[in-house]
């Protein structure tokens, strides 16, 4: 088995979180997408969508997607239990994890990939110079973001993490696309105390690390 | 319990054929998109984010996200498994559905609701008026839409279903993606033969006219 990763992105590092979490040590590749290493045909020949992470099975099966691959590890080795254990749990870990990935992560990469001149015509992840910027989704994803970061602090209110009482992988992407976010200036404003409290209570876990 | 469906959206047909599929009834409560029910204040408490579906439990907990709530279902009706059963087919199906719904569905969702003028102010979903339209957004989804026929059609040469040789939420989510591109005049190309196969295939299913 063995992990295509690249230590600078945040997709990968949501892998690196779940596996630190759950204990589980899996042989990496380094895919070093600051030269274009997921374009190259070995690459593609593994993930033709040319996005980093990767898990290569033994048998030669390729799962992409980070959340897929935490999935196949949370079906191998179910403690401590990641994505919820009864159904009501199970729902609100996915409903917390996809808010924070489609209202945060995905608007946050916007602002980046639309804006950065190292991004020009690589707006979308596994594109090679076909995807023009649009920069007018910088300002959409900002707006996104913002509303994203007022709805967890007021479920944090509630609640000690994301969706509920105990860590799971909602956490993770929202921690993640916390500290993406920071690279587009996206910050956290100071009156959020519950996201504040949240966030240094994850930033405290030894998987932040990872 | 009560699911909040909408009958001409794409979103809640998701979990309408795959309840379809599991053979579950739960009771409905119609929220008119097109009079714009979900801004009512009365959804607004279930659902500050005002998208639909939500499904509300007995206990008054909101559960919004279509996969969020099939999850929720298929933790308390394992039968017949729609998620995967073994480690690898889990992977798989999460990555399919994923990049059906990434490459396909948002990108198909873009280029109506950048372009159609009942959709002026409103471009993302659960926003009233304040989300202005992008219109080179529309661009930009028909060429990811176009890549997702492409690689779902290659895939479908050597699998039955998109994630193996069993029918799952992958190909619900691919279906009704390529059923609603149809209403943004994103067809199938006649070549790929194999996804007009498994189209004609899923089509006949029951669960198709949920």
Do not use: H
Request: aromatic share 10%.
């Amino acid at each position: 088995m063995m992990l295509y990763d690249f230590a600078g992105a945040p997709s990968p590092r949501r892998v690196r979180m779940y596996l630190a979490e759950k204990g589980i040590e899996v042989s990496r590749v380094e895919v070093d997408l600051r030269r274009g290493g997921q374009f190259a045909p070995g690459y593609r020949a593994i993930n033709p969508g040319c996005t980093v992470p990767v898990l290569e099975l033994d048998d030669g099966t390729c799962i992409a997607e980070s959340m897929a691959i935490c999935r196949f590890f949370e079906a191998l080795y179910p403690e401590p239990p990641l994505f919820g254990t009864d159904a009501t749990e199970q729902g609100l870990v996915e409903m917390w994890s996809r808010r924070a990935e489609l209202e945060g992560y995905l608007p946050a990469a916007d602002v980046l990939r639309n804006t950065l001149r190292s991004f020009a015509g690589r707006a979308l992840p596994g594109r090679d110079g076909d995807v023009p910027q649009i920069p007018e989704l910088a300002d959409r994803g900002r707006a996104s973001f913002a509303r994203l970061l007022e709805r967890l602090d007021t479920r944090l209110a509630d609640s000690e993490f994301a969706a509920g009482p105990r860590f799971t992988v909602a956490d993770i992407t929202a921690f993640v696309t916390v500290e993406f976010a920071a690279r587009a200036k996206l910050g956290i404003p100071e009156a959020y105390a519950n996201l504040a409290r949240w966030r240094a209570a994850v930033a405290a876990r030894p998987s932040a690390g990872a």
